[in-house]
């Protein structure tokens, strides 16, 4: 939906789901991933208290390439 992007909804969604499952389940952590073009996301995830841990190497076969992914995580003591 382009009319709600850039206006932080994203973010605030992550985290919010990320509380409720550090509240409600015994999830210690919670992992996303993203691929390196992807700039927002990665300010999102950030944003939302996610860490960069690694790059996945060609762990995507796309538009007839080989692509990486980056991994991001949370943990229950981390703080957003």
């Not at 509380?19 to 990665?42: C, G, K, S, V, W």
């Not at 796309?62 to 990486?68: I, N, S, T, V």
Request: proline content about 5%.
């Amino acid at each position: 939906m382009p009319d709600w992007r850039g206006r932080g909804v994203g973010w605030r969604a992550q985290a919010a789901l990320c509380d409720y499952l550090f509240t409600h389940t015994p999830a210690e952590r919670i992992e996303a991933r993203t691929h390196p073009e992807n700039i927002a996301e990665q300010k999102s995830l950030e944003k939302a208290g996610f860490r960069l841990e690694g790059v996945l190497r060609s762990i995507e076969f796309r538009a007839g390439a080989w692509r990486d992914g980056w991994v991001y995580g949370r943990l229950r003591g981390d703080t957003p």
